[in-house]
């Protein structure tokens, strides 16, 4: 089973096409369900809505209040999320820490949505790669940080997502290859079992995420070692994003 986690970021406009959207994208998972976990996530706007025409699909939120206190303005809490019918949700996207989320803001949200049983999709990834490979302390840091006191066995209840700055949006230079994608996995399941134990390492959903398209998405699952994707723009697009569920499907069965 893969895990497929569309990110509509700050899209559609109107309350009335993210139905559509929903609508769209719950017929391709329909196709697809026997081998990928659907999530949607649209903007906090539209979350109730699109929890209301999802059926079979899990909705996501792009991310939550680190705090429970109301004198929080311009934030949503875990348990208002929880209410709109989010099962998952995004913390510590890269466009979220460039607006000043730092490591232990993203604890804070993920600790949030713990306690409200809401599955932390948790990002990392690093902005730029140098040659010797200082980057991976900052993955490190990254995870360490949000798993500081997390028992083991709140474990499978955490996605994490790699997703690589310089991969990301329409400013991406390239996507991942496999093989960055592979060892990226590898090294992250190292971080955990070094944290934990290798078995609850093993069993961990490790998600890929940066200019995936309908092209290279099974590559990824394949040879880049992803237990599934985080979508982007492609997501926006019903057609495309279909496409893309397919051949994952296809090359998971
Ligand atoms: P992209 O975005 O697929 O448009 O590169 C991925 C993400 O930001 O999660």
């Not at 997390?150 to 310089?166: G, H, Q, S």
């Amino acid at each position: 089973m893969k895990l497929l986690v569309a990110n509509w970021k700050m899209a559609p406009e109107t309350a009335i096409q993210a139905v559509a959207l929903t609508k769209k994208i719950h017929a391709i998972a329909r196709a697809t369900k026997k081998n990928i976990t659907t999530v949607i996530c649209p903007p906090f706007i539209h979350l109730q809505v699109v929890s209301k025409n999802a059926r079979t699909l899990f909705v996501g939120a792009q991310g939550v209040a680190p705090v429970t206190t109301i004198a929080t303005t311009g934030m949503v809490s875990a348990s208002m999320l929880k209410g709109a019918g989010v099962t998952y949700c995004i913390v510590g996207h890269s466009e979220s820490r460039a607006r000043g989320e730092t490591n232990d803001l993203v604890k804070e949200q993920l600790d949030r949505l713990l306690e409200k049983k809401i599955i932390p999709i948790l990002c990392v990834g690093e902005h730029d790669r140098d040659p010797h490979g200082w980057y991976l302390s900052t993955i490190k840091d990254q995870i360490e940080t949000a798993l500081l006191n997390i028992p083991k066995a709140t474990l499978k209840r955490i996605v994490i997502a790699y997703e690589p700055v310089w991969a990301i949006g329409e400013h991406a230079t390239r996507e991942a290859t496999p093989v960055e994608c592979n060892e990226m996995v590898i090294f992250i399941k190292k971080i955990i079992a070094d944290l934990y134990d290798e078995k609850v390492a093993s069993g961990m959903t490790i998600l890929y995420g940066g200019s995936v398209t309908e092209i290279n998405a099974s590559v990824f699952v394949t040879d880049g070692g992803a237990d599934g994707l985080l979508v982007g723009r492609v997501s926006l697009d019903p057609k495309r994003f279909g496409t893309l569920a397919q051949r994952i499907a296809t090359v998971v069965s």
